[in-house]
């Protein structure tokens, strides 16, 4: 049987309560973003109207000609109860509640809505999404609640992303887009008195759309930790789960409080159970979307060996810096790679690893020493340096080193900094799927998250096999 | 009398040795650099050509019809001490060694002749900057060695740069005039066999075109550290110096020692000895360039206080852990403000700090809030988290907060996350000198060193003044 939650993502049909022609209204929004790009049929239902945009407008969820198969409601709160019961009582199976009013408030009137809500999704066993949501963003199935007109859409793609916060979920849709990322499914789930983290985890994790999970959180439901390990060991198994947590520390988690109510709780506690579930934790906004890109593609790490190539001894002496203070190796060369490396460059170049084709070097340097590399079973990844202000690159590495990632499946990541001139090297490299960074300590840090994750992952490969 | 160094950035004439009319020669792209911006006499000294692009050549130093100001030196290594001994005859006092071939080369010979040059320096009193450098680029002058035509050259400005990395002191120009940071003067000074670090943060700490210094260094010259705190604890009292150490890991001073035959040491000295002398040290090149922004064009901070204003609550939650992690307050509202935001406020907004507008919030919203926050005395710094995708913002607020900015002297930083409409409100931001991030805890780090500075500042303020 399919996953109920397929039909919040997947459905044939959907019925808008709140629908409205008005300009500046979320019914309007969200009526627009179906029709801009859902293929399914679509109901708008207010008994205010009879038509809306070309589409027939229901008085009610009762008169609709059929059982929708997802219900999005935006609407006052205090009509949200009624309107839900109704929804069940025609067989609708699972809502969408955008309306906000009911306990992020910390009114009592707010609170019984609540409470109000929840009862009828148990008795009635119609599965609830929010309420005091923005929603879904499916960019597969064209399902988009996300009722802001002005935050652009990120191209189809494999990143799917949970987030307590609706705000900061849509800020990062927009920051995703304007940096080419790929969005599979975006959710922002409100006050969850149904649906929450776990299910969504659960559900993405099956998604074959889905190659990434990231989930913004401030807390999970009391109760739920034991069951949220549970489901993320088995969810890493076949993906990277990569996490923020919000409320880290005793003022944050106040914050939080006031935020969503959410009993943000010990931080340690949660550090613990994320790692015990093999959930990549990250500490930072640039983090977070560092070590996104870096999983989406960069195949695993057999060991913790990084080779550095550079052509700007500074850098080289930076990333070693970095990436040893992450705990990553960045081996001294052994003396048979000494060797060819010695015959193969001019003698002012440095063979000792970080390797340094220093600033006369040109992009057939970096072929030659990146060929040799590639082959060598004790090299776990190459960090490929380019500052191309210097005269001798031309760019004509670029396809060599995309052709060298593909060939051996190592990963390849590439820093450069600078301006035109190093945003194009790094555009062309990402168009090839080789991570680029321009900074040294921010690569170090998602270079470590994939050899974190290449354990885990090998380590269930090996022992929790099914 | 002018201190020597001034020669350096502001000669009046400068003799170009192996200038060239070659395409891709070092020689020719200092020349042509000079040609473009220097305003004063130039004297390319070759012994091959007559002329070279309109400019008399001349055979050797000595034909030079005037002792020039400075000596530009591109020729190989061999031939260096020879010229600079005649230079020193002929009465130049300084000179920018850009040769390679030295003691980097870990020859015997390159090392004979490293010593060889040192010798003549001491013996002529002739100064030397290098060898085995990329040199100075001046952007009040117009002096630049910075031999890379590739570069693009960021606008005038208020940021001295000294590195012991060419490359990355090149790379560095490139990103900072594509983000459009102002420089002063950057320096690259190789093997520093005689103008080092210290020479370098005492000249900018006197000149008057630089407002920020910021350093990267391997090392400092044996027996220099005390000379260093010395200087460093003057130059503070005037500026903000802000240091990058690379080689802080042994695997990383090992990397510096193939780099620059830095004798990188034991970090924790270097470490507790920029503290002692007020040096704000960064750990990353985000850091670095994040400071750099926000020593700019923020004011002093009174106190660590901060406020928070924002239209979305996880953005808020995310900063009050980022800031209070770094050290700085996120006070909870005192009763008197909670008072007037309450009246002020609809009442789903959360007065608390962080004091979140919510979603529907407009500019008028950020405007009046901002007013009541920025007479409080016990308000030391704010935040204005504005994610824009809502509709709510129009930007009408932006010239509000610039205006609070300039008004009251305090600081006020901003962050925003997205596509164009996010980075058209932080180039307006950033236009009126309000700093502006998109992550949380960067700019917590930033604001951080800002505080950091200020206690400093005033201690020096209060008990150091001569």
Sequence with gaps: MEHILGKLFNPESVAIVGATPKEGKIGRAILENFIKRFHGRIYPVNPGYDEIFGLKCYKSVTDLPETPDLLVVAIPAPSVPAVIREAAIKGI????????????????????????????????????????????????????????????????????????????????????????????????????????????????????????????????????????????????????????????????????????????????IYKAAFKQAGIIEVDSFDEMMDVVRIFLHQPLMKGNRVYIVTDAGGVGVMLTDALTSVGLEVPQTPSDLKYILRKELPPHCIIENPIDLTGDADDERYMRVLDILIEKPYVDAIVVVALPQIPGIKGSFIDHIIKLKNEYKKPIVALTIGSEVSLEVAEKLEKGEVTVFESPERLAKALKALYTYSIIKTRGDHHEKP
């Design 93 to 268: 199976r699972i809502a969408i509640v955008i309306s906000g009013g009911f306990r992020e408030t910390g009114t009592p009137e707010g609170e019984k809505l609540e409470k109000e809500l929840e009862e009828i999704s148990k008795t009635y066993g119609i599965r609830i999404l929010g309420p005091n949501c923005i929603g879904i963003y499916d960019n597969w199935s064209g399902v988009d609640t996300y009722f802001l007109p002005k935050m652009k859409r990120p191209p189809r793609g494999f990143v799917g992303f949970i987030s307590q916060s609706g705000a900061f979920s849509s800020a990062l849709m927009d920051w995703m887009a304007y940096h080419n990322i790929g969005v599979s499914r975006a959710i922002s789930y409100g006050n969850k008195i149904d649906i929450d983290d776990i299910d969504l985890l659960e559900y993405l994790g099956e998604d074959e759309k889905t190659k990434v999970i990231l989930m913004y959180i401030e807390d999970l439901k009391p109760g739920r930790g034991k069951l949220f390990i549970e489901v993320a060991k088995r969810v890493v198994q076949k993906k990277p789960v990569i996490i923020y947590k919000a409320g880290k520390t005793s003022r944050g988690s106040l914050a939080a409080a006031s935020h969503t109510a959410a009993m943000a709780g010990e931080y340690s």
